[in-house]
């Protein structure tokens, strides 16, 4: 089964986590994120805080 791309780009998913307080945990090298070394919960925390984020900027549109 082949994985489909993202629609978020790694390096902001990573900013997220920098934020959130635990990037260390997620390897980079040479451009490619792992994180395999995240929980199921802060990976839930990356994504609420993308929708945060969409969620700001599409308030500041309006």
Do not use: C, H, W
């Not at 395999?36 to 309006?62: M, Y």
């Amino acid at each position: 089964m082949s994985r489909r791309g993202s629609i978020v780009s790694d390096p902001v998913k990573y900013e997220i986590a920098q934020e959130l307080g635990f990037s260390d945990r997620i390897q980079v090298d040479n451009g490619k994120y792992d994180y395999g070394n995240i929980t199921t919960r802060e990976a839930g925390l990356i994504v609420r805080g993308l929708i945060q984020k969409a969620e700001e900027l599409l308030s500041r549109q309006s």
